[in-house]
């Protein structure tokens, strides 16, 4: 039977550390849900702030880190259950494109062997010929010439080249799933639009979703479908990544958005944000809501427990401002 989600986060927890003072240890995700669907391609956009569990997030469903809570789930299989060929599978179909454009590639060697390894690997052709018309297909795909970049070392390109060809390198491997950690954070804004519109035809041409790791909710509103905010590892607010940005509704998503740059140069910076102890400590009291002492809707509830997930506007809301909306869940 062909399962309905390609990648599931269920009630998925990561913490770190821990010891007799503080035995549950530093949580960077708390009880996420988070599912793609199979017959569906979309890009998600995951956002937050430093240190609010985006990259974990990324790194779970990577399986570079197995969760201390929970399951992250592939085509049906958890992903620390796998036979090896299911995790041979889940390997090629599951590609990552990470922040710095430089640091993925070894100096040493040119940009043809940086392709040329994921197709000796998963033995995708049967020639050198026929993996060198695979190299050209791919950097054309990415908008590159094949004689403009291989033969050539890393330091002989630009960022904006260097991440292009990640995307062509994770395009020969035919994914289902591209986890993309702060893809153009790296990159001069110049650049930025052409990565930007590159992803988006992943999806249009090609059928690939994409978790967009970024703290940036300008490039998560150009390019996302669906948006999950996180704040020091819970899930605050989900919905269409538009109405989400253009219409916030939990306070903290509401913070975000009005920190975002206006090109307005009469419009003078507000000041400075104080941000009180307790949320600066990694190890401090999650039995609440983690947003409450800097809230200015804070009440009696919040000093409790979390508060539940509420319908708005479409958007999946976790705050008690909604809590005579009725109870939602995370679609």
């Not at 033995?123 to 004689?147: C, F, I, P, S, W």
């Amino acid at each position: 039977m062909k399962a309905k989600y390609l990648l599931e986060f269920d009630n998925v927890t990561m913490a770190f550390g821990g010891n007799k003072r503080n035995p549950a240890g530093v949580v960077a995700l708390e009880e996420l849900d988070l599912h793609i669907r199979a017959d569906e391609p979309k890009i998600i956009a995951i956002a937050g702030e430093s240190g609010s569990g985006k990259t974990t997030l990324a790194r779970l469903g990577l399986a570079m880190l197995k969760p201390t809570g929970g399951r992250v789930v592939y085509k049906g299989r958890d992903l620390w259950a796998m036979a090896k060929q299911e995790r041979r599978d889940y390997r090629r179909e599951v590609q990552a494109i990470f922040q710095d454009p430089f640091a993925v590639y070894n100096p040493f060697y040119t940009i043809d062997r940086l392709l040329m390894t994921p197709i000796r690997t998963f033995k995708l052709a049967k020639d050198r010929a026929q993996a060198r018309t695979m190299m050209e297909e791919a950097l054309d795909k990415v908008g590159l010439r094949a004689g403009e970049v291989l033969g050539r070392y890393p330091h002989q390109l630009s960022g904006g080249q260097r991440q292009r060809i990640v995307v062509a390198r994770s395009l020969l491997l035919q994914p289902k799933i591209i986890v993309a950690d702060e893809p153009v954070s790296m990159i001069d804004a110049s650049l930025r639009a052409n990565i930007l519109t590159k992803l988006k035809e992943l999806r249009d041409e090609f059928g690939i979703s994409l978790l967009y790791i970024t703290h940036d909710l300008a490039t998560a509103h150009q390019i996302s479908d669906q948006i999950l905010i996180l704040y020091r590892g819970r899930v605050v607010e989900v919905g269409e990544a538009s109405t989400v940005i253009q219409n916030p509704q939990h306070p903290y998503t509401q913070l975000l958005v009005s920190s975002i740059p206006r090109p307005d140069p009469e419009r003078r910076w507000e000041g400075t944000v104080e941000i009180p102890l307790q949320e600066l400590s990694p190890s401090g009291d999650r039995a609440g809501c983690l947003f409450r002492h800097r809230c200015p809707h804070r009440m009696a509830e919040c000093e409790e427990r979390p508060g539940d997930y509420a319908g708005v506007y479409g958007q999946t809301v976790a705050c008690y401002l909604y809590k005579d909306n009725g109870v939602s869940s995370l679609a």
